[in-house]
C-alpha cells in the first residue's frame, strides 16, 4: 500500500523552541495532505488541510500563525509549531492522498512532541 | 458533515467474526464510507472504503445498508492483532475530502 513517513517520529524541546515536522509521501504525489493533532485517550482532531501550491485551509479554532503550514510539492508537506509551549505537547498526525472521494487518506506514523 | 456514531467499546473471541456496527443517518448521496484503525501510539491504518455496495478485501468485509444509514465492518477471523480503536468516517467530497474523526470503538480481541 502507499507509504507516508513522518520525521521525527519523536521530539523534545524547551518551551520557546520552533519545531518543524516533515511529511513525505514516498509511492506517490500526494495532491492533499492533512495534518491532526490527538490528547491522550482521544480522537484524532483535524487542524488543516494543505493543497500543494496552495495556502493550507485551517478548521477553526486552529492558529494558522501558530502552526505554519507548507506544501511546496507534491511529495512534502511540513508543519512548523512556532514558539512551543507545555500545551502544544501532542501527537501531531499527517496523512496524504489524491483530490477524490474515492481515494484514502494514508497516514504517517505520527510524531510524539514534548515541550518542557 | 455527516456525522457517525459507534460504540465506545466491544470484545471479541480470539478466532472469531469481529463485527463493529456505525451508524451514519444524515449521509449524503455522494458521500463515501471508510474505515480505519489505531494501534495505540501509531497513525491510523486503512482498512476499507465503500459508497453503497458491500466491498470485502483481504483484511476486512464492509456491509452498508440499502438506505446507507449505517454500515458494519467485519474482520472474520479476529487475532490479538486486531485488538485497536475502529474509526468509522464519512467523507465529505464537495469541501475537501476531509476526515472529521468521530470517537471510535475500542475493540479488544480476548485469546
Known amino acids: 500500500g502507499a507509504v507516508v513517513s513522518q520525521h521525527p517520529s519523536r521530539v523534545i524541546c524547551k518551551s520557546g523552541t520552533s519545531v518543524k515536522i516533515e511529511c513525505r509521501s514516498l509511492?506517490?504525489?500526494?495532491?492533499?495532505m492533512f495534518w491532526y493533532r490527538q490528547f491522550p485517550k482521544q480522537s484524532l482532531m483535524l487542524m488543516a488541510t494543505?493543497?500543494?501550491?496552495?495556502?493550507?485551509?485551517?478548521e477553526q479554532g486552529v492558529e494558522k500563525d501558530k502552526f505554519l503550514i507548507n506544501h511546496a510539492s507534491l511529495t512534502l508537506s511540513t508543519l512548523t509549531v512556532t514558539s512551543a509551549h507545555p500545551e502544544d505537547s501532542s501527537f501531531y498526525i499527517c496523512?496524504?492522498?489524491?483530490?477524490?472521494?474515492?481515494?484514502?487518506?494514508?497516514f504517517g506514523d505520527g510524531t510524539r512532541l514534548s515541550i518542557l | 458533515d455527516a456525522k457517525t456514531t459507534q460504540p465506545p467499546s466491544m470484545d471479541c473471541a480470539e478466532g472469531r467474526a469481529a463485527n463493529l456496527p456505525c451508524n451514519h443517518s444524515t449521509i449524503s448521496g455522494n458521500e463515501y464510507v471508510y474505515w480505519y484503525r489505531q494501534i495505540h501510539s501509531q497513525g491510523p491504518q486503512y482498512i476499507i472504503h465503500g459508497l453503497k455496495n458491500n466491498e470485502t478485501n483481504e483484511m476486512a468485509s464492509l456491509i452498508i445498508t440499502e438506505d446507507r444509514k449505517s454500515s458494519t465492518l467485519i474482520l472474520p477471523h479476529a487475532t490479538l492483532r486486531d485488538t485497536a480503536v475502529y474509526y468509522c468516517?464519512?467523507?465529505?467530497?464537495?469541501?475537501?475530502?476531509?476526515?472529521?474523526f468521530g470517537t471510535g470503538t475500542s475493540l479488544t480481541v480476548i485469546p
Open positions: 509511492d506517490f504525489q500526494a495532491t492533499t
Open positions: 494543505s493543497n500543494e501550491g496552495s495556502k493550507a485551509t485551517y
Open positions: 496523512s496524504a492522498t489524491v483530490t477524490a472521494a474515492v481515494y484514502p487518506q494514508h
Open positions: 468516517i464519512v467523507r465529505t467530497p464537495n469541501t475537501g475530502n476531509q476526515f472529521y
